[in-house]
């Protein structure tokens, strides 16, 4: 394995640090106060336009998709760092790019199965930039980690599908450019295979019956930058049976599919927002003084600041391994390493977040630094993507198969 930036990569890199630098840093005060005046705020800040315009002037533009027609033509191991640079302001970076999710999994899943009518109806204009989407799976009545469980009906009705059910937590659906619902549900509830119960839709915003309910919060939080996570009822909603992405009962492959890169890319930025908890940590413990003495000749604080740099290292290493299997053996060979990534870094980032709000004392809880915020969303991806105790269980079903 060598992990060395090959020549593209170290060219996007340092392009993309200065973009962060100049553009996104600076942003970030900016976007809040626009917020502020803005008539809804689930509204897009005029600021973030401006950094999507220039980042796609800059060439800085949908660097996730692999496909080199539709997107930058970057393997993972290439898009690795870049994506762990977005993840030092992930309110801003990623959309500015084009990289935020869920936008970056329904544009690949829209890429690897859709139709030549939904990629030129979707597919482009999310590529463009020019509308954002929601992909509904989670429901409050049940557990749905176990995608098994999943209630919502879409039934077929002629050439129509009618889809019934309720949905929470969907990122995105507050934002008024959410044009597009990706959403799971059951075609054939009775199948006695019951990986093929489910099937993929794509549901139009302004459809009849679809109800944007209510916005649920993080923490308090209402995370404007993901658009905001939604509750969201869809009561007899009727699309054409056009709009089902690849076959009936294909839905629980599709998600399979989609959720590979996805939860790469989630590691991939929770490093980067660790190092920008270090970096704010250095800052803090040099310039703060407590009983005589700065905090950075305090003992403990140097600890949690080595500790820190070590865990990083490890997982950037594991991340990087399975970004680079991901790319020579596909996602299936790579299944145990996203598995891995996916429980140690949020786990691990949330720690280094936390010993970082302690070192910021008040200021740590509070809004006048990132940390309160990048917490809550470190410790929201322990859950998101499935919860680390569903991928401990297949992974050690795995190992342990060896030995059954
Ligand atoms: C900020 C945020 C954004 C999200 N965005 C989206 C989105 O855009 N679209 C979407 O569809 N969903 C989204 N989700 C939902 C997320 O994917 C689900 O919360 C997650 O899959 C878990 O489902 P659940 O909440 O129903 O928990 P449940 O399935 O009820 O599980 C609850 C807990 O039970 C335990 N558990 C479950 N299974 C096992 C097991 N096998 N062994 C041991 N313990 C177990 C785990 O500790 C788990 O956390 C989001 C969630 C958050 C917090």
Not at 114 to 130: C, H, N, V, Y
Request: with cysteine.
């Amino acid at each position: 394995m060598d992990f060395a930036f090959d020549a593209r990569t170290e060219e996007l890199r340092t392009r993309l640090l200065a973009f962060m630098d100049e553009h996104v840093y600076p942003a970030e005060k900016t976007a809040e106060e626009q917020r502020a005046e803005l008539a809804s705020p689930w509204d897009t800040p005029r600021i973030v336009e401006e950094l999507k315009a220039e980042a796609r002037r800059q060439g800085l533009w949908n660097l996730f998709l692999p496909d080199a027609g539709y997107g930058a033509g970057l393997t993972n191991l290439q898009y690795a760092p870049l994506a762990e640079i977005l993840g030092r302001s992930p309110q801003l970076a990623p959309t500015a790019l084009n990289c935020a999710a869920p936008d970056t999994g329904n544009m690949e899943v829209l890429f690897q199965f859709g139709t030549d009518e939904q990629k030129k109806r979707w597919l482009e204009p999310l590529l463009a930039g020019e509308i954002r989407s929601a992909f509904a799976m989670t429901e409050p009545d049940v557990a749905s980690s176990d995608a098994t469980n999943i209630e919502t009906r879409i039934t077929r009705d002629g050439d129509s599908y009618v889809i019934n059910g309720r949905k929470w937590f969907i990122s995105g659906a507050m934002n008024p450019d959410c044009a597009v619902f990706i959403v799971m549900g059951k075609t054939d509830p009775e199948g006695t295979d019951i990986r093929r119960q489910q099937s993929q839709i794509l549901v139009p915003r302004d459809t009849p019956g679809l109800e944007v309910r209510r916005a649920m919060r993080v923490y308090g939080y209402e995370d404007h930058s993901h658009g905001g996570h939604a509750e969201v009822v869809f009561k007899d909603v009727r699309v054409p049976a056009t709009n089902l992405i690849g076959e009936e009962g294909g839905g629980f492959a599709i998600a399979q599919a989609r959720l590979g890169p996805g939860r790469i890319h989630h590691c991939m930025r929770l490093i980067g927002m660790a190092e920008r908890a270090i970096e704010l940590m250095c800052r803090r413990a040099v310039a703060r003084t407590a009983f005589g003495k700065p905090l950075a000749e305090q003992g403990v604080v140097r600890n949690w600041i080595a500790d820190a740099r070590v865990t990083v290292e490890q997982l950037r290493l594991l991340v990087l391994k399975t970004a680079w299997l991901m790319d020579t053996v596909g996602n299936r060979g790579a299944h145990t390493e996203i598995q891995s990534i996916k429980i140690a870094t949020p786990r691990a980032v949330v720690g280094i977040l936390d010993q970082a709000v302690q070192l910021y004392g008040a200021g740590g809880v509070s809004q006048d630094y990132p940390l309160a915020e990048l917490w809550s969303s470190a410790r929201t991806l322990r859950l998101a993507d499935g919860p680390d105790e569903v991928h401990q269980r297949s992974l050690a079903h795995r190992e342990l198969k060896k030995y059954l």
